[in-house]
C-alpha cells in the first residue's frame, strides 16, 4: 500500500529544491516532482496541506558525557536521513543533555520515532548480551558505524531505483535537509556555537569484539520492523 502522505512530502520537497541556485539539481527536483504527480494524480491543490513551518521538538531520550554518550551519535546519524537537524542542550545546573529535532511536523515525528526506536534497539542489546557500561559503548559506537552504512547502502540503491523506474540516472535523487530547516539550525548554532557539531566517523574504542557485534547489528538494523515503527 502506497504512503499517499509520504509521497506528497517528497513532492513538496522536490518543488522547494527546485528554487535551488544549483540548475542541474533544480532541474531535477522540478522532473521528479512532475513525474511524481503524474504517477499518483496528485494535483498542487492536494499540496496545500502540507505543513511548511519548522519546528523544534524534543526528544524522550537523555544521556551523559559519562553514561551514554554514543546516544549522540546515534541523532546526527539519522536526523538528516529523515530531512531534519538536530543539536544537545543542557538546562541551568544540569548534567543531563536534551536532543533536540528541527525540521516540519511531520518530518519530526518520523525521525525522533526513528530515533527513539533505534536508542531503546542498542540498549536492550547491551543489556541481553551482559556488557558493563565500558563494552557498551564501545557495542553502541559500532552500531552507529553499521546503521551509517545501511543508510548509506539504501540511498545507493533508492538512486538506483529511482533511475531504473524512470530510465534516466537523472531522477537518482535523495531527499535532503530543506533549506528552511539549515537556516532555522545555522541560527541556532550562531546563537549557540556548540550546537553545530555533525556527526563524524568514529575511529576510537576500546573492545574490539564488542564493537565489531555492534557493527554487524547497526548494519542490519534498517528492518521492515523499523518501517512499521515509524
Given at each position: 500500500?502506497?504512503?499517499?502522505?509520504?509521497?506528497?512530502?517528497?513532492?513538496?520537497?522536490?518543488?522547494?529544491?527546485?528554487?535551488?541556485?544549483?540548475?542541474?539539481?533544480?532541474?531535477?527536483?522540478?522532473?521528479?516532482?512532475?513525474?511524481?504527480?503524474?504517477?499518483?494524480?496528485?494535483?498542487?491543490?492536494?499540496?496545500?496541506?502540507?505543513?511548511?513551518?519548522?519546528?523544534?521538538?524534543?526528544?524522550?531520550?537523555?544521556?551523559?558525557?559519562?553514561?551514554?554518550?554514543?546516544?549522540?551519535?546515534?541523532?546526527?546519524?539519522?536526523?538528516?536521513?529523515?530531512c531534519c537537524?538536530?543539536?544537545?542542550?543542557?538546562?541551568?545546573?544540569?548534567?543531563?543533555?536534551?536532543?533536540?529535532?528541527?525540521?516540519?511536523?511531520?518530518?519530526?515525528?518520523?525521525?525522533?520515532?526513528?530515533?527513539?526506536?533505534?536508542?531503546?534497539?542498542?540498549?536492550?542489546?547491551?543489556?541481553?548480551?551482559?556488557?558493563?557500561?565500558?563494552?557498551?559503548?564501545?557495542?553502541?559506537?559500532?552500531?552507529?558505524?553499521?546503521?551509517?552504512?545501511?543508510?548509506?547502502?539504501?540511498?545507493?540503491?533508492?538512486?538506483?531505483?529511482?533511475?531504473?523506474?524512470?530510465?534516466?540516472?537523472?531522477?537518482?535523487?535523495?531527499?535532503?535537509?530543506?533549506?528552511?530547516?539549515?537556516?532555522?539550525?545555522?541560527?541556532?548554532?550562531?546563537?549557540t556555537p556548540?550546537?553545530?557539531?555533525?556527526?563524524?566517523?568514529?575511529?576510537?574504542?576500546?573492545?574490539?569484539?564488542?564493537?565489531?557485534?555492534?557493527?554487524?547489528?547497526?548494519?542490519?538494523?534498517?528492518?521492515?520492523?523499523?518501517?512499521?515503527?515509524?
Amino acid at each position: 500500500m502506497t504512503d499517499i502522505e509520504a509521497i506528497k512530502r517528497k513532492i513538496c520537497r522536490c518543488l522547494a529544491l527546485s528554487g535551488s541556485p544549483e540548475e542541474n539539481e533544480a532541474r531535477t527536483a522540478l522532473k521528479m516532482a512532475r513525474k511524481l504527480m503524474s504517477i499518483y494524480k496528485i494535483e498542487e491543490k492536494d499540496l496545500e496541506k502540507i505543513p511548511t513551518m519548522v519546528e523544534t521538538k524534543e526528544s524522550s531520550i537523555t544521556y551523559s558525557t559519562r553514561r551514554d554518550p554514543w546516544i549522540r551519535h546515534v541523532s546526527r546519524v539519522i536526523c538528516g536521513r529523515y530531512c531534519c537537524e538536530c543539536y544537545s542542550s543542557r538546562y541551568y545546573r544540569e548534567k543531563t543533555i536534551h536532543i533536540k529535532f528541527v525540521g516540519y511536523s511531520d518530518d519530526l515525528s518520523v525521525c525522533i520515532k526513528a530515533f527513539e526506536f533505534t536508542v531503546y534497539a542498542i540498549k536492550q542489546n547491551i543489556v541481553s548480551r551482559h556488557l558493563n557500561n565500558e563494552d557498551g559503548k564501545d557495542y553502541a559506537l559500532g552500531f552507529v558505524v553499521g546503521l551509517d552504512t545501511a543508510y548509506k547502502q539504501q540511498e545507493a540503491e533508492e538512486i538506483k531505483n529511482s533511475a531504473n523506474m524512470n530510465g534516466s540516472s537523472e531522477f537518482g535523487l535523495v531527499m535532503t535537509v530543506p533549506g528552511e530547516v539549515t537556516d532555522v539550525m545555522k541560527n541556532i548554532a550562531a546563537e549557540t556555537p556548540s550546537t553545530a557539531k555533525k556527526w563524524s566517523n568514529i575511529s576510537k574504542y576500546s573492545n574490539g569484539a564488542a564493537f565489531a557485534e555492534g557493527l554487524t547489528d547497526g548494519k542490519n538494523h534498517l528492518t521492515p520492523k523499523l518501517s512499521e515503527v515509524v
